[in-house]
């Protein structure tokens, strides 16, 4: 029986690392992403999750969420509660209806739109890339891919965003539209090192 490695290139250096998949051996854990903060929604449903005081030491964020809502809607987000209209996106779709693909795109909004929920039964899930986030001079750059099953009539999104501010980013606030985050949706944060 042969033996079966796993290589991955290190965001940190770029040097290629092995690590046998053979039970016994040694197992390799990254550690260029660090986890900042995690949200877990319990008790009670909830139209807003929000993080604050973020650590300013890494190079960029990456947010990853599983949510379940309350309603059909879309899901948002805002940097340091910035409510004017310093928000766009891109949003390229997929879904599931005939296969349809579907662009759309939007200035001067209030947040960024990142992602659609169909129903308390099916989660989407979301990874959001925030890039240089404390860098004051530039605006703030967003990726965005996401993607939810509604019973097979569902979608999957790449967007894009971008914040029209050059202030560092301090706090990521999300907002369930017309509904709320259901008890067990989860939203993690995590701070990528830099070279």
Avoid: C
């Avoid at 949200?39 to 964020?61: K, P, R």
């Avoid at 949510?67 to 390229?92: E, G, I, V």
């Avoid at 914040?163 to 008890?183: E, P, Q, R």
Wanted: glycine share 8%.
């Amino acid at each position: 029986m042969g033996v079966y490695k796993l290589s991955a290139n290190s965001v940190k250096n770029g040097r290629t690392v092995y690590g046998s998949m053979l039970a016994g051996n040694a197992t390799f854990i990254p550690t260029s992403f660090e986890s900042i903060a995690t949200v877990n929604v319990t008790g009670s449903a909830t139209s807003t999750v929000e993080f604050t005081s973020i650590d300013s030491t890494y190079s960029s964020l990456q947010l990853r969420i599983y949510s379940l809502s309350s309603t059909a809607n879309w899901n948002k987000l805002q940097f340091n509660s910035d409510t004017n209209s310093n928000y766009t996106y891109h949003q390229l779709e997929g879904n599931g209806s005939g296969g349809n693909a579907v662009a759309a795109s939007a200035t001067s909004q209030t947040s960024i739109q990142y992602a659609y929920s169909y129903s308390t039964t099916n989660p989407l899930a979301a990874i959001i890339d925030i890039l240089d986030y404390t860098n004051t001079n530039k605006y703030k750059t967003v990726r965005i891919f996401s993607g939810n099953d509604n019973n097979g009539n569902g979608n999957v999104q790449y967007s894009s965003g971008l914040w029209l501010s050059t202030n560092a980013i301090t706090s990521i606030k999300f907002i369930n539209t017309s509904g709320s985050f259901n008890v067990n949706s989860k939203f993690a944060l995590y701070g990528i090192k830099g070279a």
